[in-house]
């Protein structure tokens, strides 16, 4: 079956889709987007990530390109449209289109919305989670406003990449404090040897995870030892044990960090019990 994306207003074939060449998006990277987990025929925590994407718009002076009533349809009619029972589903908006130029451009013109969806395999997701997967730090090289979810993301890349290319999944970065921040694109958490789980406050320096939030509300409902401060590398590296979280993700344990393995070289028991608990904690957004 071909793939479906909505772009401006159309339903289109996915190898059809595309923007214009002056969307400020592409040229600028002057947009934000959402990815949410579809998980059973089902969009997961929609409400928080729309509120999300309503925050990082208004952070960037960006309005709406439809009323929010509005994209919930579309998003379900896009999940709906490409048959998606386990997936993401994913949205970006940027300021519209318009002569390439670096101030704003005026209120006529409107900013232009791109969904998009995508089946992946749950029985993978939770075959990496059986054995973990390894991280390399990387010093940050991001802008400070990372709290903003922008598409200007060629930062991560590079950091991803660098993974990648050491046969790692994911890069932690690290601040001129030597404290992790955040991977290039989950969040980060550590398992202390005392028992206590740790994650940076998401004031700043770090985007407010939505599959953060739910493990939050999963930490106080199970009652788990749960400290919100900054961590060291040095600290992570001790840890009995970490994992990271995201929508693409869930939460998915950390094995190794570097060079160094962690605990017994297994996920750990906190990781894994939040990924199990983890949909029990969710909002349902039925397609």
């Known amino acids: 079956m071909s793939r479906i994306a909505y772009v401006n207003g159309q339903y289109v074939p996915h190898k059809d889709a595309a923007v214009h060449v002056e969307d400020r998006g592409y ?23 729309i509120d999300r994407l309503d925050r990082s718009l208004r952070e960037l ?30 949205i970006q908006v940027t300021r519209g289109v318009s002569r390439r130029d670096h101030f704003f451009p005026g209120e006529d013109v409107v900013p232009s919305i791109v969904v998009t969806a995508r ?61 992790v921040t955040e991977g290039g694109s989950t969040n980060a958490w550590i398992v202390t ?17 939505i599959t953060r939030a739910v493990v939050l509300d999963l930490v106080e409902r199970e009652g788990i030892s749960f400290e919100e401060r ?13 994992f990271v979280t995201a929508a693409s993700t869930l939460v998915m344990p950390v094995v190794k960090i570097d060079d160094t393995i962690l605990g017994n070289g297994h996920p750990g028991s906190v990781a894994t019990r939040l990924r199990e608990l983890f949909h029990t904690a969710t909002d349902f957004l039925a397609v």
């Not at 449209?81 to 386990?86: E, I, Q, S, T």
């Not at 040897?193 to 995870?209: F, H, M, N, Q, Y």
């Open 27 to 49: 040229q600028f990277a002057d947009g934000v987007y959402e990815v949410c987990e579809v998980w059973r025929n089902t969009i997961v925590d929609m409400p928080r990530h």
């Open 61 to 90: 002076s960006i309005g709406w390109p439809m009323a929010r009533a509005a994209l919930e349809f579309v998003l379900r009619e896009v999940v709906r449209r490409n048959r998606v029972h386990d997936g993401i589903v994913y």
């Open 119 to 179: 089946a992946t395999s749950p029985r993978a997701g939770d075959s990496a989670a059986e054995k973990g997967i390894s991280v390399i730090t990387y010093p940050e090289n991001r802008w400070p406003r990372v709290d903003i979810k922008t598409v200007a993301l060629l930062p991560n890349v590079l950091a991803k990449q660098a993974a990648k290319e050491q046969g790692s999944k994911e890069a932690w970065y690290f601040d001129s404090k030597n404290n």
């Open 193 to 209: 040897k005392d028992g206590t789980l740790v994650t940076r406050p998401a004031e700043s320096g770090i985007l407010r995870g």
């Open 230 to 242: 900054p961590f060291s590398v040095e600290e992570a590296k001790e840890a009995r044990e970490a």
